[in-house]
């Protein structure tokens, strides 16, 4: 056996139609697409021909679409840059408690320069409580960021009703929504989301590049100064083979979303019940708003690294929490916000599925999971109480 992924939710492996329409940016078309001349003009089509695919997968408009390095970038640009814009207006930032890092941390700096930030609870599914968020809005609200699925246990929040909320008040509504794009239909004409993150490698494209969504009309101040490129919000020499590699993944990524993610739930849920036939594991996260190919379990009475470590000599890879908390001792701040203990929390394990995995896969995984569990639960009976 080849080794089964099951870390979707870290990274994608690239689509092999993405990787051909990529080729030729990285061999002829080697023109700066600000350039008036010949080669200019062929990148600069490449450049746009990319917008307009992004933007149709979104239902927007291509000047709505700004490229980035990724979704921290498009998450900081968003944040940051509307705190910029607003900040005589209001310094009030609401965000949620289980956010990404990439928007955490930028919240935490802002709370440091003068802002202030609230951070709403969410209930034992990660569902983020909307009396909550209309108790805590003030004059001073000036944007509200909220995930649009949470990346570690996979929780889907009721976006569209937070962003009509917002819509209601005034309030700028942004969305990380990585971990949602090619899972859960977006439709930008119909939500009221003024601002949305993604990034290309969390649904088969290449690393580096993703993008900001960013409503007309919106807004919003620059980070970066030099160049003109995307209307100044980043400015820099555009990553044109990584957005011409965008713009055919999220085209792949939001074709048939409808029937892909049946399929990917169905494995899920193979998954899912084969792992809570072990004894003492639970299910973390929304039992049906979650996202299609994420399982999140805590083991009892072992450690999540050893589970790991376990898995990966058979061949299986999965992750504990999300990439950037593995290998720290510290427990998941989303897995804390749910209201796990510490000890629950360590022993726990993500398992993100993916378009190229079978059922076979989910069945080895299921048989190594009970072995494991099994041995380490027999070498470490200290650990139970
Ligand atoms: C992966 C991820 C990010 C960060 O994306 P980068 O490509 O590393 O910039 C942000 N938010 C969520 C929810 C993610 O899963």
Do not use: W
Not at 147 to 174: D, L, V
Not at 222 to 238: D, M
Not at 269 to 293: A, M, S, T
């Amino acid at each position: 056996m080849q080794g089964v992924y099951l870390d979707h939710g870290a990274t994608t492996p690239l689509d092999e139609e993405v990787l051909e329409a990529m080729l030729p940016y990285l061999k002829e078309i080697h023109g700066n697409p600000s350039s008036v001349h010949s080669f200019g003009s062929k990148a600069r089509k490449g450049l746009n021909e990319a917008r307009e695919k992004v933007a149709a997968a979104l239902n927007a408009s291509p000047e709505e679409i700004f490229f980035t390095s990724g979704a921290t970038e498009a998450n900081n640009i968003a944040i940051q840059g509307v705190a910029r814009a607003l900040s005589s207006r209001g310094r009030h930032i609401i965000t949620s408690s289980i956010e990404h890092h990439a928007v955490l941390d930028t919240v935490h700096y802002l709370g440091q320069v003068g802002f202030d930030v609230t951070f709403l609870p969410v209930d034992r599914y990660g569902i983020v409580d909307l009396d909550a968020l209309v108790d805590s809005i003030t004059e001073d609200t000036i944007l509200v960021t909220v995930m649009t699925a949470n990346n570690e246990i996979g929780t889907i929040q009721p976006i569209e009703k937070i962003a009509e909320i917002c819509r209601e008040r005034g309030i700028y509504f942004h969305t990380d929504a990585v971990q949602a794009i090619g899972h859960l239909p977006i439709n930008l004409k119909e939500q009221p989301i003024d601002m949305l993150s993604l990034s290309a490698h969390k649904f088969y494209g290449p690393k580096g590049v993703g993008a900001l969504y960013c409503r007309k009309g919106t807004k919003i101040g620059q980070l970066c100064f030099g160049g003109a490129q995307e209307r100044k919000l980043r400015p820099g020499t555009e990553n044109l083979p990584g957005i011409v590699g965008l713009g055919r993944a999220i085209e792949l990524a939001t074709s048939d979303i409808e029937n892909k993610s049946k399929n990917l739930a169905a494995l899920r849920d193979r998954l899912i019940r084969g792992l809570l036939e072990i004894e003492d594991v639970r299910l973390n996260g929304h039992p049906q708003k979650r996202l299609p190919g994420n399982v999140n379990v805590s083991v009892l009475y072992v450690e999540g690294e050893s589970l790991l470590l376990d898995l990966n000599l058979k061949g299986v890879a999965a992750s504990s929490g999300s990439a950037c908390t593995s290998g720290s001792l510290e427990p998941s701040h989303v897995l804390t916000a749910i209201g796990l203990d510490h000890q629950t929390a360590q022993g726990s394990l993500r398992l993100s599925l993916g378009k190229s995995n079978t059922a076979g896969e989910i069945d080895y995984t299921i048989n190594s999971m009970k072995e494991i569990v099994q041995r380490l639960r027999k070498m470490s009976p200290v650990l139970k109480k």
